[in-house]
């Protein structure tokens, strides 16, 4: 019998590692490639370190400014972070301790937000933006994602499990709202914080269809777009995909780190979120 569960635990995993590597295969491969130079990227056959080394690194942040691409990307996530989790943190304290008319029926309105797709709100949204004279600034890429209808439901939920007595005990103390928000919620939803902004900052990284249509500044663009233009770069004809995933890996750096960082937060917020 022990020999039967020891084979199974074996079965398990090897199945596991193989699934990791079948998953990690492809940034394996990119991390290969971006050591490759063309004509070693054009070669099917080989898979080993290329001979370009780091060049094609410092060829993309120096010579593409990937690197200025990279600072408006960080500024970007680090700002709808802050404006997202602090308006969801004041509406979900709102919609919970808050009694107010058709407050059911604000709530389910904020929850059909999701179901808006985002090619349709791109034309209003560009429009707005005109409108407001924002359009090619910081205020266009990051003013549309202040408001998050996912990190509301989040927050409320996690609200709504504090028990009763510590919002009857503050209110006895005269602790007011925001005094309650800052003393007591965002103490005990630290986890909770962390995984929303961890979403949050790997959602705003990756975001690229609205900064190409809203940015016109070149030098303003953040860094997906920016890898966009690497595919202008070639030799002899040929793409330079060695440079194209050196640029790739450089983009997937600080998302990776802070995912790393806090991973466990994030677990702990889909673990929520499924209750």
């Given at each position: 019998?022990?020999a039967?569960?020891?084979?199974?635990?074996l079965?398990?995993?090897?199945?596991?590692?193989?699934?990791?590597?079948?998953?990690?295969?492809?940034?394996?491969?990119?991390?290969?490639?971006?050591t490759?130079?063309?004509?070693?990227?054009?070669e099917v056959?080989?898979?080993?370190?290329?001979?370009?080394?780091?060049?094609?690194?410092?060829?993309?942040?120096?010579?593409?400014?990937?690197?200025?691409?990279?600072?408006?990307s960080?500024?970007?996530?680090?700002v709808?972070?802050?404006?997202?989790?602090?308006?969801?943190?004041?509406?979900?304290?709102?919609?919970v301790?808050?009694?107010?008319?058709?407050e059911?029926?604000?709530?389910?309105?904020?929850?059909?937000?999701?179901?808006?797709?985002v090619?349709v709100r791109i034309v209003?949204?560009f429009?707005?933006m005109?409108?407001?004279?924002?359009?090619?600034?910081?205020?266009?890429i990051?003013?549309?994602y202040i408001?998050?209808?996912t990190?509301v439901?989040?927050f409320?939920?996690?609200?709504?499990?504090?028990?009763e007595?510590?919002?009857?005990?503050?209110?006895?103390d005269?602790v007011?709202?925001?005094?309650?928000?800052?003393?007591?919620?965002?103490?005990?939803?630290?986890?909770?914080?962390a995984?929303?902004?961890?979403?949050t900052?790997?959602?705003?990284w990756n975001?690229?269809l609205?900064?190409?249509?809203?940015?016109s500044?070149?030098s303003?663009?953040?860094?997906?777009?920016g890898?966009?233009?690497l595919?202008g770069?070639?030799?002899?004809?040929l793409?330079?995909?060695g440079?194209?995933?050196?640029?790739a890996?450089i983009?997937?750096?600080p998302?990776?780190?802070?995912?790393i960082v806090?991973?466990?937060p994030?677990?702990e917020t889909f673990a929520?979120?499924?209750k």
């Open positions: 019998m022990l039967t569960l020891f084979e199974g635990d079965f398990v995993h090897i199945a596991l590692i193989g699934s990791i590597i079948l998953v990690g295969l492809p940034l394996i491969l990119a991390v290969i490639m971006s490759q130079s063309t004509t070693e990227v054009y056959t080989n898979l080993g370190i290329g001979s370009a080394g780091l060049s094609n690194y410092e060829t993309a942040l120096a010579e593409y400014n990937l690197m200025q691409y990279m600072v408006n960080a500024v970007m996530s680090i709808i972070v802050v404006g997202k989790v602090t308006l969801s943190l004041l509406a979900a304290l709102a919609l301790y808050y009694r107010f008319p058709y059911r029926a604000v709530f389910t309105f904020v929850l059909l937000t999701l179901l808006v797709p090619p209003p949204l429009q707005l005109a409108d407001l004279g924002w359009a090619n600034s910081l205020l266009a990051t003013g549309p408001a998050s209808a990190a439901f989040l409320r939920q996690h609200f709504m499990s504090i028990p007595s510590l919002v009857e005990n503050a209110r006895l005269g007011g709202p925001l005094a309650f928000l800052v003393q007591v919620l965002i103490p005990m939803s630290k986890g909770m914080i995984g929303v902004s961890v979403i900052f790997i959602y705003a975001q690229y609205w900064p190409l249509i809203v940015v500044d070149q303003k663009q953040v860094v997906q777009v890898i966009k233009f595919q770069a070639s030799q002899s004809g793409t330079e995909w440079l194209i995933m050196a640029g890996v983009a997937l750096i998302p990776l780190f802070v995912l806090l991973h466990r994030l677990l929520i979120q499924q």
